[in-house]
């Protein structure tokens, strides 16, 4: 709890400022309102949600329903629910000590009612900050009802408290996020019997524990999220329960390169320079494999493939800069090999393409990094510098070769300023960068069969 950020520590004194009490639906939908009559931003770091999962959402928090967002994996479903809490208010009052975080003005546990009858004006009042006001729960085989709404406390009925008194409930995780908002991760891997007891809550407010039931006026928003498609053979979302999510809002994955690349940037935690036409190669990599027919589409390419891939490059970068001595780390195209190399097991394959999957990431690969180059280096005129290759001169790249080394073979390529052309449009300045940009160069006039390349023991000749 937090100490009042307006000095009110009482009941009476909160009356006497004119704080009136707001239901969470009501809280938020107010909040919802204010952020945007004023244009702000209700949901910072979501990309590609804007004109479709957004609007959707926004209703549903102003109409105060319960939400279920459905979507494969790594669609940002979690990030989304998290950045309801930036509608709450910053600090809400609560009666001090109260187990379940009631409003001084609306307690509902039998000794909070108590308490404030017998205190009135002098009933303590702690505050509580926004961030202790969400409660998530990954669902797992193994959670039980007691987890989740509560159970008879032994230790409470050994005190002399007869079984049918409300004060030997331990609370579960719903009660106590009374006057905030629940979210249950994975809601169909819950047993259909856990689901069950969560039917009351959602629809009558209150909640059953052994043969009791307590008459609680929970004030609570029930948030989850979901596969759409039970690929996994875990469970399913019970009919019932199902029925009482006002809102099922279908996520998706980011509907442009840009998008995906803001997703990539946003959180990938980079320990190397990764220029933007490799998080463009890897976006454009991730999109490929989510329409190919090689793959499950039912489990879904999940945002953390492109994400690892990009942290992964880098680190190759920063292995290689610190194993040949180089100032700055700068990931290249040669590095996307070490993507390959570790991501496959984050997808899945369809059946009948066993065997062939690395064939498979690396066909994608290579097409991903055609039409990247085909972006940004079309209409460039590279005859003179195939002609070089065809008549003699090499260029040697691989993963612990060093920029400088890359670099080195330009004179031998003959006077020309494609290369510089080359830097401009990849926006290629430090040597790491300039090397990097002529790899690409020459993978493209591979993939367009205009010249020869030769790759063995992490090392790719060109010629």
């Known amino acids: 709890m937090t100490p009042s950020p307006s000095g009110i520590t009482t009941a009476g004194q909160l009356r006497a400022s004119g704080h009136t009490y707001r239901p969470v639906r009501i809280e938020l939908r107010e909040n919802l309102l204010r952020a945007l009559a004023t244009n702000t931003d209700p949901w910072p770091g979501i990309h590609g949600f804007d004109t479709t999962v957004i609007p959707q959402l926004e209703r549903a928090i102003l109409a105060g329903h319960d939400i279920v967002l459905l979507g494969e994996r790594g669609q940002g479903k979690t990030r989304l629910l998290r950045s309801l809490n930036g509608l709450l208010d910053e ?155 006002g809102a099922e809002i279908r996520t998706h994955y980011p509907q442009t390169i840009d998008e995906e690349i803001a997703v990539i940037r946003q959180e990938a935690d980079l320990v190397a320079e990764v220029p933007a036409h490799l998080l463009e190669i890897l976006a454009r990599f991730t999109r490929n494999l989510r329409e190919s027919d090689a793959v499950d589409q039912r489990a879904g390419v999940s945002a953390r493939f492109a994400i690892a891939g990009a942290e992964t490059i880098a680190a190759a970068a920063l292995h290689r800069a610190t194993r040949q001595h180089e100032e700055v780390a700068v990931a290249r195209p040669v590095d996307l090999e070490t993507a390959v190399d570790v991501l496959g097991g984050k997808i899945e394959f369809e059946t009948g393409e066993e065997g062939r999957e690395r064939a498979i990431l690396e066909h994608l690969l290579r097409t991903a990094v055609a039409d990247t180059a085909r972006a940004h280096l079309r209409g460039l005129d590279s005859r003179a510098l195939a002609d070089a290759l065809h008549t003699g001169a090499t260029v040697m790249t691989g993963e612990q070769i060093p920029a400088a080394e890359v670099l080195s073979a330009m004179p031998v390529l003959g006077e020309s300023d494609l290369y510089d052309q080359v830097a401009d449009r990849l926006e290629a300045v430090t040597p790491g960068e300039r090397a990097g940009a002529l790899e690409l160069l020459l993978e493209s006039l591979y993939l367009e069969k205009k010249i020869g390349k030769d790759s063995a023991g992490g090392e790719t000749v060109y010629g």
């Open 91 to 245: 600090y809400s009052p609560v009666i001090e000590g109260s187990e379940l975080g009631e409003h001084p003005f609306h307690p509902i546990a039998p000794a909070s009612i108590r308490r404030a009858n017998e205190l009135g004006d002098d009933l303590p009042v702690n505050w509580r900050h926004r961030s202790e006001r969400y409660a998530e729960k990954l669902a797992t085989p193994d959670t039980s009802v007691a987890d989740l709404i509560g159970d008879v406390d032994p230790i409470k009925v050994a005190e002399g408290r007869s079984l049918g008194d409300p004060e030997t409930i331990h609370y579960g995780l719903v009660p106590r996020s009374n006057g905030g908002i629940v979210a249950i991760n994975e809601l169909p891997d819950l047993a259909e019997r856990i689901q069950v007891s969560l039917l009351n809550v959602m629809e009558e407010r209150d909640i059953q524990i052994r043969g009791y039931v307590l008459r609680l006026d929970l004030d609570v928003l029930v948030v989850a999220t979901a596969n759409p498609e039970d690929y996994t053979n875990r469970g399913r979302i019970i009919t019932p329960l199902q029925d009482r999510f």
